[in-house]
């Protein structure tokens, strides 16, 4: 453990408003942090995630390793402390391309400014796959839900999707049925252990490439989790595996209205390349 205390820093993810998109704590330089230090860290800030980076060993000084913490334990991958980070190595170092070396594999991450000069990053996920979920499951999670079978949207079949890490997608057949979301923690979170699930990602479609989402994220030891870069990744997969897009789109996802921390998560989807690329803004949470 550091002698001295780590610089540790809040930013936001998805959002220009630091009360909006979903908050990330960051350290820049984690080299003199055990895992007990990280996790401490991790559990005092309280958010969905926090990310620790340290200079990667092949010298490259924009290639990091980045490990990721919740309240509980840490994860292989986490979409909106991606984002972050690279926004503030981006303030940081100037914009251009990174690499973040993950339990979940290599992703490149590019940090650009908007034309009113808002920081934003853009992440490449590692190669995504999807899975169908066995009816027993399916049923657990409604049940743990309280989601009754008719009111999923049979357009958009439950699926297992990952992208670095695993989500269960269930498409909700209104945004009333999204909006209402009380749910039995305990119950889920056993389920979603047994399916080394990250989050369960509900979602709602709004128009073709307009989609809305809330991600219950128990196993983190939260409620829900404001705006989920992984799990946008995932659901871009998802959405070209299943045909419910073309090969070649770009999605909007919109996702924390709910919780009053709105955010806006863009995916972007390549024709010949199986990686999906989420991007958002960010900005430093004062204080």
């Keep these: 453990m550091a002698d001295t205390p780590p610089d540790v820093l809040r930013y936001t993810a998805f959002s220009t408003d630091p009360a909006g998109g979903n908050p990330a704590g ?22 969905s995630e926090s990310a620790f980076l340290t200079r990667a060993p092949d010298g490259d000084p924009r290639s990091y390793v980045v490990r990721y ?23 940081r ?10 339990r979940a594999g290599e992703v490149p991450v590019t940090v ?19 899975t169908d979920v066995a009816p027993g499951d399916l049923a657990e999670a409604l049940a743990a839900l309280d989601w009754p079978a008719t009111d999923l949207d049979p357009a958009l079949p439950p699926r ?15 945004r009333e049925r999204l909006a ?3 749910y ?18 509900l979602v709602w479609r709004a128009a073709e490439f307009t989609f809305h989402a809330r991600n219950p994220f128990p196993v983190g030891g939260v409620v829900e989790d404001p705006a989920t870069g992984a799990a946008a ?35 972007t989807l390549r024709s010949g390349d199986p990686r999906v690329r989420v991007s958002g803004t960010g900005v430093r949470i004062p204080g």
């Design 26 to 47: 960051l350290v820049l330089d984690a080299r003199e942090l055990d895992d007990e230090a990280m996790l401490a860290i991790a559990a005092r800030l309280g958010y």
């Design 69 to 91: 913490f919740s309240a509980k334990a840490e994860v292989p991958f986490c979409g909106h402390a991606t984002v972050a980070a690279a926004v503030a190595l981006g303030e």
């Design 93 to 102: 170092d100037g914009t251009g391309d990174y690499v973040f070396h993950t």
């Design 112 to 130: 650009t400014q908007d034309p009113d000069g808002t920081p934003r990053a853009t992440l490449t996920s590692v190669e995504p796959h999807v």
């Design 160 to 174: 297992i999707a990952y992208a670095g890490a695993r989500h269960l997608v269930l498409a909700a057949s209104t």
């Design 180 to 182: 209402d979301l009380s």
């Design 184 to 201: 039995d923690f305990a119950r889920l979170e056993t389920l979603m252990h047994r399916l080394d699930l990250t989050t369960v990602q």
């Design 233 to 267: 990744a995932a659901f871009g997969a998802y959405a070209r595996a299943l045909g419910l897009v073309p090969s070649e789109a770009v999605l909007t996802l919109h996702q924390g209205e709910d919780m009053g921390r709105p955010g806006e998560l863009t995916v």
